[in-house]
């Protein structure tokens, strides 16, 4: 059974970082796309940052370049998010998924397998 824990969500201010994790179990197809996805109350679920596990191919949305990162350990099965300069409208319950897939990274409906989220909260 394929398994996304996320981890690493809080409270920070304007300016501040944040390190997300998502622990990955159960999960064995080698040519996969992982990514991280937000939701705001409100709003649609959006495409953050995604990696191909092929070759390590990092994708990201147009507010967030320069600022976020993501990684994968495989040794591990951890994907982490890392952000930087956090901003109030990154407010958002963030999701890690993973689809067997290439193609499309930033785009929620095509993720097959999602994690419970984890809630980030940016105070101006």
């Known amino acids: 059974q394929v398994q996304l824990v996320e981890s690493g969500g809080g409270s920070v201010q304007a300016g501040g970082s944040l390190r997300l994790s998502c622990v990955v179990s159960?999960?064995?197809?080698?040519?996969?796309?992982m990514g991280w996805f937000r939701q705001a109350p409100g709003k649609e679920r959006e495409g953050v940052a995604a990696?191909?596990?092929?070759?390590?191919?990092?994708y990201y949305a147009d507010s967030m370049k320069g600022r976020f990162t993501i990684s994968q350990d495989n040794a591990d099965n951890t994907l982490y998010l890392q952000m930087n300069s956090l901003k109030p409208e990154d407010t958002a319950m963030y999701y890690c998924a993973a689809k067997p897939r290439l193609g499309l990274p930033l785009r929620a409906g095509v993720y097959n397998y999602w994690g419970q989220g984890t809630q980030v909260t940016v105070s101006s």
């Open positions: 159960g999960y064995t197809y080698s040519k996969s796309s």
């Open positions: 990696i191909y596990t092929t070759d390590g191919s990092t």
